[in-house]
């Protein structure tokens, strides 16, 4: 096992390397960069879509509020590179530049971003006066609560649905309750939040939850019991939309794993020594039934953490990392994007390591050594 770890974790640096450059490179054509995004704020114009960038960078250096004066206004000075320059001295804009760190050529740029993230730093945001690593850590217990909440309901939905659903095979309830997951899980959970928002948050109907935030604002005045209470009732909304559109798939693999091993011989050995259903099911089809399921959870974790709570934190202001990577974007805040990119791709590189180590410890029969990477 230590030989395949080690192949892994080894497999991780050109994957990581290839998704960065990747992205990078896509970056460099996206209209609207940093120095764009400044010289609107400026001029009080907006960046258009066809506005043309200089390119991503995943330096520290930031624009200052002192460097964004209106000293390089009025300047008949013109600047063609940028969508929105004119009227701005030249020299003005090569400042911003600088400090922006695009004044050097694309690949410096990068190879020097890489660098740094091989040192843990991840620079600083280009429009807030923090840290990435700062950002993260802030935003984190919020996207923690949505995805760890979401995925222990899924599990525990699913699993004992899907048992029934395989025992019941064919059966009216199994009928009824997959055309009720398909329904569910063709409608995307932000649309299950926005009716949740009006028929529960106090818009044309009932006012039973709040619609805004992880907490309320007397939180710290509340005693123990009473902030818990008001975090779990906080939960309650954004959690529902992601659980209702998350645990089909789920479901339908626990059934179909259970369906699988009713037909083993070693399930019709059991029954003919006379065993009792519920020990067959349980005592022996669960364990191996389970293996694919629990194996997946690490990654069903990453899942939902960082891809599924972008549009419920909006929806519901929950200030998280999806809620902070979707304004990096806006605003092209290349530190806070190229930063948790790089984070959250070595994060899911690794889970999915652990999933695979989990079929290992799970069912010792399982082999990845004895296989090619």
């Known amino acids: 096992m230590a030989t395949y770890i080690v192949r892994r974790l080894l497999l991780i640096i050109p994957t990581l390397f290839g998704i960065m450059v990747i992205n990078f490179a896509i970056v460099q054509f996206a209209p609207g960069g940093p120095v764009e995004q400044l010289i609107a704020q400026i001029t009080g114009s907006d960046v258009g879509a066809t506005a043309r960038i200089s390119g991503g960078s995943g330096t520290e250096t930031r ?23 004119q009227g701005l001295d030249p020299e003005f804009v090569k400042q911003l530049e600088k400090q922006f760190g695009f004044d ?4 410096e740029r990068f190879f020097k971003m890489m660098g740094n993230y091989l040192m843990f730093d991840f620079g600083t945001s280009y429009f807030r006066d923090e840290t990435v690593i ?5 935003k984190m217990p919020v996207s923690i609560s949505l995805g760890l909440w979401t ?9 004992p649905l899907g048992v029934r659903k395989a025992v019941l095979d064919g059966s009216r309830f199994d009928i009824w309750t997959s055309s009720i997951i398909i329904v569910g899980n063709a409608i995307p959970s932000f649309l299950f939040a926005v009716l949740l928002v009006v028929l529960f948050c106090g818009g044309s109907y009932l006012d039973w939850f709040p619609l805004r935030g992880l907490v309320s604002e007397n939180f710290d005045q509340l005693s123990l019991a009473g902030k818990i209470l008001d975090y779990l009732w906080h939960m309650v909304l954004p959690v529902t939309a992601l659980v209702i559109g998350g645990f089909a798939a789920l479901t339908f693999l626990t059934k179909n ?6 037909n083993q011989q070693y399930v019709l050995t059991a029954r003919a020594k006379g065993l009792a259903e519920s020990r067959v099911l349980y005592g022996h089809v669960f364990r191996n039934a389970m293996l694919i399921v629990i194996a997946g959870f690490p990654g069903a974790f990453v899942g939902i953490l960082f891809t599924g709570s972008l549009l419920i934190e909006i929806i519901f202001s929950l200030d998280g990392l999806g809620l902070l990577g979707f304004e990096a974007v806006i605003k092209r805040d290349y530190p806070v994007m190229f930063g948790s990119l790089f984070f959250f791709t070595l994060l899911g590189l690794v889970m999915k390591l652990i999933g695979d180590l989990t079929y290992m410890i799970i069912d010792p029969r399982i082999d990845f050594e004895a296989r090619d990477v």
Request: proline residues 2%; positive net charge.
């Open 63 to 85: 624009a200052s509020s002192n460097t964004a004066s209106t000293s390089g206004i009025g300047s008949t000075g013109v600047n063609s590179k940028y969508r929105g320059a």
């Open 104 to 107: 050097k050529p694309i690949h």
């Open 134 to 138: 700062n950002l993260v850590l802030e």
């Open 151 to 159: 995925t222990l309901l899924v599990y525990l939905i699913s699993i």
């Open 257 to 262: 794993s259970f369906l699988d091993q009713i």
